[in-house]
């Protein structure tokens, strides 16, 4: 078990050595760290430098242009904050064997969905994979003496937003779910969708539609990622819009299941709400 190897006083040495270079390349040189502890250093050369073998574009540094390295540095960061987070989850390991064979968008978004729940206060399975309907959903979680089944989709940039589009996302992710029990989907929209004019009416009508014909389903949460521009340099933030079924099939009331995190009106380098698990 690579967690055995990687102990707080080797993440603490880490810490120290790039102390001069400001937290932020502090939390780069440990994520990093984790990630290689985690997955391995071939995994690391493939998907996370500059110029990777058969690189997943997802997690490379593509390019030298400001969003390419922002992109990279905010990932990495978080990649191996959840890695970290989600150590002593049940499912954690077989995931892992996983994660080295899957496309990384849509993995790296399973392993948000775990961390943020786990964030707000539930306890937290990641599913194996069984290659059947009704059981290949990512996660389980726990909270009020309530179990719930989780799946995450995941929508790259690019995609034109329409009704449709959406919807055959969620049918998607239905299919993942199983027939009984309260179920939650969350979704990854491109930031890009949210800027289009009457976006907040096509996908308020997707999810409607779709909830009207999918009682197994009691929460479809829209999870969408941009970058706040600051006096010098950005902040990555993510928004969240929460719709809830009015007529499951097993009720589960969670209320907000993810919490917002109130944004400060004065944010700068100094003043961070965000703080890595490993820091």
């Not at 892992?96 to 399975?125: C, M």
């Not at 690019?158 to 919807?167: A, M, Y």
């Not at 389903?217 to 933030?237: F, Q």
Request: charged share 25%; net charge positive.
């Amino acid at each position: 078990m690579v967690w055995k190897h990687l102990t707080r006083e080797r993440l603490e040495q880490t810490k120290q050595h790039f102390a001069s270079s400001g937290y932020v390349m502090q939390w780069y040189a440990i994520a990093m760290e984790v990630v290689l502890t985690t997955l391995g250093p071939e995994w690391w050369k493939k998907n996370c430098t500059t110029n990777p073998v058969k690189p997943d574009e997802f997690l490379a540094l593509p390019d030298d242009s400001e969003n390419s390295q922002y992109n990279h540095q905010d990932r990495i960061i978080k990649l191996g904050h959840m890695l970290y987070a989600l150590k002593d989850s049940n499912g954690y390991d077989a995931f892992l064997s996983s994660l080295k064979t899957r496309d990384l968008a849509p993995t790296f978004f399973e392993l948000w969905v775990g961390h943020i729940l786990k964030q707000n206060g539930y306890e937290v399975e990641l599913i194996e994979t069984k290659g059947r309907k009704g059981q290949d959903y990512d996660l389980s979680a726990r909270k009020y003496d309530i179990t719930v089944s989780v799946e995450a989709q995941s929508r790259r940039d690019g995609i034109v937003l329409t009704e449709r589009t959406l919807q055959n996302t969620l049918q998607k992710a239905r299919k993942q779910l199983p027939l009984s029990g309260p179920s939650i989907i969350f979704v990854s929209i491109p930031n890009e969708w949210t800027k289009i004019n009457g976006a907040e009416e096509v996908i308020g009508k997707s999810v409607s539609s779709f909830l009207s014909n999918a009682n197994r389903v009691n929460y479809i949460v829209l999870i969408w990622h941009r970058w706040i521009d600051l006096r010098a340099g950005r902040a990555s933030a993510s928004s969240v819009r929460q719709y809830q079924n009015s007529n499951p099939r097993t009720p589960a009331e969670l209320g907000q299941v993810i919490k917002p995190v109130e944004q400060l009106v004065n944010l700068d380098l100094e003043q961070q709400v965000f703080k890595p698990s490993f820091w």
